[in-house]
């Protein structure tokens, strides 16, 4: 199985402030990676499909960029209801896996 | 405007079955595949199975292999997950999702239902 290594696993961050996660793959996988947000007690959701694609509907403040096994999630300015547990998740190979998450607070 | 709706979850005793229902809108749905991914209690997400459109082709990750089962029945677009032989580790939220495209594999899920609670215990 592929592993995503996700860092940091938390991360609190003010108003306004660029946020960066890390996504690492175990092996290459070009650019079959998503980054999904959940907000707590909902669903994911998806905000960025093949690595660097936004969702249809999702602020252009969140972007994606990477590939091979390298990944980084930014939120260029963050706002309030950007609170939230991100996950990346791998798709170029069954099983699908995801990163281990990276819960983001407001400080 | 899709949505998915899960039902069928509850409190079942460890080696017991459940039948995990998901029901469709708002979308063609014998043309997109499907997939459930759970998410144990403060826990990350992991994936269970993924079914094609047609229902032909299906994948399961190895903790479920063997013990559970991914349908659909396109006419009354829903979606099923048959869990037998239940173990504690099964407890979770499991969240049906539609997938991107009609293929089992290459594709990921792009929209969610709010999941359906399954605990397993004594």
């Known amino acids: 199985d592929i592993q995503m290594t996700q860092s940091p696993s938390s991360l609190s961050a003010s108003v306004g402030d660029r946020v960066t996660i890390t996504c690492q793959a175990s092996?290459?996988?070009?650019?079959?990676l998503n980054w999904y947000q959940q907000k707590p007690g909902k669903a994911p959701k998806l905000l960025i499909y093949?690595?660097?694609n936004l969702e249809t509907g999702v602020p252009s403040r969140f972007s994606g960029s990477g590939s091979g096994t390298d990944f980084t999630f930014t939120i260029s300015s963050l706002q309030p209801e950007d609170i939230a547990t991100y996950y990346c998740?791998?798709?170029?190979?069954?099983?699908?896996?995801f990163g281990q998450g990276t819960k983001l607070e407001i400080k | 405007e899709v949505q998915l709706l899960e039902s069928g979850g509850g409190l079942v005793q460890p080696g017991g079955s459940l039948r995990l229902s998901c029901a469709a809108s708002g979308f063609t749905f014998s043309t997109y595949a499907m997939t459930w991914v759970r998410q144990a209690p403060g826990k990350g997400l992991e994936w269970v199975s993924v079914?094609?459109?047609?229902?032909?082709?299906?994948h399961y990750a190895d903790s479920v292999k063997g013990r559970f089962t991914i349908s659909r029945d396109n006419s009354q677009n829903t979606l099923y997950l048959q869990m037998n032989s239940l173990r504690a580790e099964d407890t979770a939220l499991y969240y049906c999702?539609?997938?991107?495209?009609?293929?089992?594999?290459?594709?990921?899920?792009?929209?969610w239902g709010q999941g359906t609670l399954v605990t397993v215990s004594s």
């Open positions: 092996q290459d996988i070009s650019n079959y």
């Open positions: 093949d690595a660097s």
């Open positions: 999702a539609k997938v991107k495209d009609y293929y089992a594999s290459g594709s990921y899920p792009d929209c």
């Open positions: 079914i094609s459109g047609s229902g032909g082709s299906t």
């Open positions: 998740q791998q798709y170029d190979n069954l099983p699908q896996t």
